[in-house]
């Protein structure tokens, strides 16, 4: 009897959890060097070393055995669509950091590289530094383009100004702040800056106010909580 569920099931995640729930136990005490972490779809496994080499050697163990408790259970792992990458707390300089750029895990006859540049993990780019320089360019990006596409829809359909503003939280804010808990260091001005540019452009545009209107007042009539305020509230 074969059986499925359709594209998209709310099930599927729930089910897909359940069946691998006991990999990353039996993987962790194989390999004692790593941990696992899970989320939906996603699986990853961090490892810990003092060089690339040595993580290395460690990640490719851990993608073997992966692959062996797959298939003893009728599943196969697409080594094409795995990723590794290196984080590092050391700063300075970048040397150290050189050897990622031909290093790779060899696992059959697949190699899965180091990633040099940023590694995507559920919507968050990392770097070696875990600076969230990407991260925070791409946050901000988006939410111009929202905010754009929402000046066009206003003007040319005419909402009301308090749909405006219940849009500009939710479609655009929302996008600028998402993940902002990890991005936000009070040393980092820029960001701080560019977010509150943001909601200026916002709140002038909710009001009609002119381009010299002082912060403190476009805030206040506006409704909008200084930037701030919002980045310090989303690491409580």
């Not at 849009?167 to 929302?174: G, L, N, R, Y």
């Not at 943001?198 to 506006?222: I, Y």
Request: net charge positive; glycine share 6%; proline share 5%.
């Amino acid at each position: 009897m074969e059986a499925d569920i359709p594209q998209s099931s709310p099930v599927s995640p729930i089910l897909f959890a359940i069946y691998h729930s006991g990999l990353i136990k039996w993987l962790e005490d194989c390999v004692s060097e790593v941990k696992g972490l899970s989320f939906g779809y996603d699986l990853g496994w961090v490892a810990t070393g003092s060089d690339v080499n040595q993580v290395g050697s460690i990640l490719k163990r851990c993608v073997a055995k992966s692959i062996q408790w797959a298939s003893r259970r009728g599943l196969q792992c697409d080594t094409a669509k795995m990723e590794a990458a290196l984080v590092t707390c050391r700063r300075g300089h970048r040397k150290h950091l050189q050897p990622k750029l031909t290093a790779n895990i060899r696992v059959g006859s697949g190699v899965i590289r180091f990633n040099t540049l940023v590694t995507q993990w559920l919507g968050v780019c990392m770097d070696a530094h875990l600076t969230f320089n990407e991260q925070h360019t791409r946050c901000m990006k988006k939410p111009s383009a929202a905010q754009a596409r929402l000046g066009t829809l206003t003007t040319s359909y005419g909402i009301v100004p308090d749909s405006v503003r219940a849009v500009q939280v939710v479609c655009v804010q929302a996008v600028a702040l998402y993940r902002s808990e990890l991005l936000w260091d009070p040393k980092e001005a820029l960001r701080h800056d560019n977010l509150q540019l943001l909601l200026d452009r916002q709140a002038r545009f909710f009001l009609g106010a002119l381009p010299t209107t002082p912060l403190c007042p476009l805030m206040r009539e506006s409704g909008f909580t200084p930037a701030p305020v919002i980045l310090d509230s989303g690491q409580q």
